[in-house]
């Protein structure tokens, strides 16, 4: 009997143990060496390093390159476990049309320091440190970001108003519940979502709670107009959750819904049709009269 028992003790504890080190790789930091990149791209992109002080003190790492007086300045925030060289290739078309761009690393990313990604709770203060320190850099300006992911998610959940012209956001999830259940689906299969509890409980022990990391619960709230986008084979967030969030958010709003568009990066993917409808948004609501 006490074989048996031990063995039914094991074989809960393995798979809990295996989801107490899959929270902690989700919610461990990502440091890397990004500002030595600064050199190799400057030949045909010079950009200024920059570290902006955020409410909790942090000092959030990020480049910023001015662009043309009038046009305009794009934050520009990356996806989970990635950094500011993400969104690079978007940074330099923006500014090839004249918008400043600023690229930052969220906390525990890149460079910015941080014991642990919070999934929107803290990057939202780094989102809205870097929007003030835009208006501080350029204070004629109008000012628009562009999202990915746990980037988009941090725009939506950042302490308001911001007081943007024009948001982007890309494969953003609605609920953080949905975005656990999906991932644990892909990787456990369809009994997967069942164990999600377990590590929305780690969230809630490290963060206190998980209510404020529902982007559908604040998008209403942005002061903007809205360009969402979606990849029809995205199963991380897949098109029906933008569908909901496109609902919830308050107008002028739109969505587009890639062919083919997985949960990756959709400037990559869908090239020169995603610069032109992302000049095309921005320049409606940033370049207006």
Excluded at 66 to 72: F, I, L, T, V
Excluded at 84 to 94: G, I
């Amino acid at each position: 009997m006490r074989r048996i028992l031990t063995a039914v003790l094991l074989a809960g504890l393995v798979p809990l143990a295996g989801l107490a080190g899959l929270g902690e790789l989700l919610s461990g930091p990502v440091p890397t060496s990004v500002d030595s990149l600064a050199a190799s791209i400057s030949a045909d992109f010079p950009v200024e390093s920059v570290e902006i002080p955020a409410a909790d003190g942090t000092r959030v790492h990020g480049w910023l390159k001015r662009g043309m007086p009038g046009a305009g300045a794009v934050l520009l925030v990356h996806s989970l476990r990635s950094n500011r060289v993400e969104m690079l290739s978007r940074a330099k078309f923006l500014n090839a049309e004249g918008y400043g761009v600023l690229l930052i690393d969220l906390r525990a990313h890149g460079e910015t320091p941080g014991d642990r990604i919070t999934f929107g709770a803290r990057e939202a203060e780094d989102v809205e440190a870097a929007v003030a320190y835009l208006r501080t850099r350029f204070p004629s300006e109008a000012i628009g970001a562009i999202g990915v992911s746990l980037g988009a998610a941090a725009i939506v959940l950042a302490p308001g108003p911001l007081n943007l012209r024009a948001v982007v956001l890309e494969s953003m999830h609605p609920t953080i519940r949905e975005a656990v259940d999906n991932r644990m689906r892909l990787h456990l299969g369809e009994s997967g979502p069942a164990l999600s509890p377990l590590l929305l409980w780690q969230l809630t022990f490290r963060l206190g709670g998980t209510a404020e990391l529902d982007p559908i619960a604040r998008i209403a709230g942005l002061d903007a107009p809205v360009l969402l986008i979606s990849g029809t084979d995205d199963r991380h967030t897949p098109v029906a959750e933008t569908e909901r969030l496109l609902d919830a958010a308050r107008a002028p709003k739109q969505a587009w819904i890639v062919p083919g568009g997985g949960h990756f990066n959709m400037h990559a993917y869908a090239g020169r049709e995603y610069e032109d409808r992302i000049l095309e948004f921005l320049g409606a609501h940033m370049r207006r009269a």
